[in-house]
């Protein structure tokens, strides 16, 4: 994957700017390997995050400006919700070394394209990226060192980027455990539009029809939401700024998949409305057989849940008879 | 909760009609129990279910007909999808005892009472249950005996029926350590529309769109399906008879969360398209504290997955941020 020196570190200094779940946990990895950096520095614009980072004790330096934890940088990762990168970016540039290497989290590509590489310097190179990995909890609290350990992080670099740049950040992801895949930051979007924006979009609005109820019902429906229901929540209980952004981020693509959803869903609905058992069989055979070859596409290795697993398991049915 | 001795069996004879995932994890839980039934027998239709039930040796008798299977028996569950009920009932009719106690599983409540009562003798208690448990799993060996633990198991008693009858089937899922509660069936049809029913739609119709695309995008869906998306694989992965048969028996309680469910979401989608970043954030803000809600309503103590647990967590993710 990479002709990087296992025992050297892949950065001397990595910046970690804005430090949740996703940020405090490549903290955390990034210790655990022990070769991906030699300093970490972070900065969080919110003080109480800071002040936790130090308690903490996951990086080696918190600083109170983006521009003081990028200074001396050979590394810097945006951690921060997509919609702040434009802001940071034009903070921090004046401050990147030349050679450095500049990467993010973002899970939408075209976007932070457009935002951030009219602002990355010349001599920095920016390579996206995005790892297939989290909870639907936030801060820095929630982070762990085996978020990323089996889990797809996604690196979008443009035409013309150096290659020794996009290797460098490849190595670094590998070295947390993660499976490390480049591609087309367009197709990236639109893939992740049906597997992850869609589905949190649908499961948002279904949490939200299910509470628009009397209160009486409001209670039993929180009292009786096991399976599918309790699973959209914990879905829905993620952070609201960076789903908005999401959303907004990558509008054409979720727009497209959500127009083919309802024409979807409108059929289904003709379907019950006229009894034709038939059909609604033939197509819930169908997808049974997609949860199949997902199935079999992730194998057990890989826990998301990290240390959270059991408990996490225990708020989660999957489809349940009910 | 019952007056009944707590050494003494509910039941002599408690006979299982239809023994898949539910009918198995009942035949597991009783046995556990040990003061459920003093004898199990079971009927299922599919020869190799009944084959298989003799290997297991979960239950005391296996019969060729359910006829046979309910013959002495003062208990009687019907663990068979719901649109079979009616089909059973007049083969067994004619066999059950006086004063005899029958139960089912089903996860509608109004469609049974329309089908079964009827077909009821005179001088046999009809008590409809539903235990808000269960896996995507199907067949009898998907069952196990912690399945109902802590789990409610709502009944839907119609007026007149005798309460020692009520108190019985009370008494036998209690001792099977699920939470019995009693209620109207057309209110607990409404409930479960949001709470199971229109998730288990949403859950399948996502799926389904997802899939509608080119091979190369259909294998990357599979391969990032990570976070909402496996999740919605895994509701969908639900028996396909079951389901079937749950949205053609609770059509108008389902078609009209569904109407909501549709403009909520056809509401959002608006949103999206003008960029209104802040009443998305709002109306995400709003679902997370439900989700709060519900995580407080629920506590770790009852795993639905039971010896599952962690094979199921794996596959697993909750609201990830990708």
């Known amino acids: 994957m990479t002709d990087l020196p296992q025992d050297e570190p892949v950065f001397k200094r990595l910046a970690l700017i804005g430090v949740g779940n996703i940020g405090s946990s490549i903290a955390r990895a990034v210790r655990q390997a022990g070769n991906g ?6 900065f969080d614009r919110d003080p109480a995050v800071r ?27 945006l951690c921060a919700p997509v919609g702040a990168y434009a802001a940071i970016m034009s903070e ?23 935002d951030v590489a ?53 190595a670094l992801w590998s070295r947390v455990g993660a499976i490390v895949e480049v591609m087309d930051a367009a197709y990236h979007d639109k893939v992740l539009a049906l597997t992850s924006h869609l589905p949190h979009l649908i499961a ?15 209670q039993d429906v ?33 727009l497209e998949m959500l127009q083919r959803f309802t024409e979807d869903l409108t ?10 058992g038939d059909k609604l069989y033939e197509f819930f ?7 199949r070859s997902v199935v079999e596409a992730h194998q057990e290795g890989s826990n998301p849940w990290g240390p959270d697993a059991n408990k996490e398991d225990a708020d989660s049915e999957g489809g349940k008879p009910e």
């Open 92 to 114: 921090i540039a004046p401050h990147l070394e030349q050679g450095a290497v500049l990467t993010d989290i973002g899970s939408v590509k075209l976007a932070v394209v457009r």
């Open 37 to 42: 950096a030699a300093h970490l520095a972070a």
């Open 51 to 77: 002040a936790r980072l130090l308690e903490l004790g996951i990086v080696d330096s918190v600083h109170e400006t983006a521009a003081e934890a990028v200074t001396g940088a050979d590394g810097v990762v």
């Open 204 to 218: 948002y609005t279904i949490v939200g029809t299910a509470f628009d109820v009397e209160e009486q019902e409001r």
């Open 118 to 170: 009219p602002l990355v310097p010349e001599g920095v190179h920016f390579v996206p990226g995005h790892p297939v990995a989290g909870t639907e909890k936030s801060g820095p609290d929630a982070g762990f060192a085996e978020l990323f350990r089996g889990r797809f992080w996604l690196l979008t670099p443009e035409e013309g980027v150096d290659p020794t740049a996009t290797a460098k950040v490849e």
């Open 222 to 254: 929180i009292r009786f939401s096991a399976g599918g229901f309790r699973d959209f929540t914990r879905i829905a209980g993620s952070d609201p700024t960076m789903w908005r952004d999401i959303f907004l981020n990558n509008k054409e693509a979720v």
């Open 267 to 276: 059929a289904l609905q003709r379907q019950i409305r006229w009894g034709e």
């Open 285 to 291: 055979e169908r997808t049974r057989e997609v949860r």
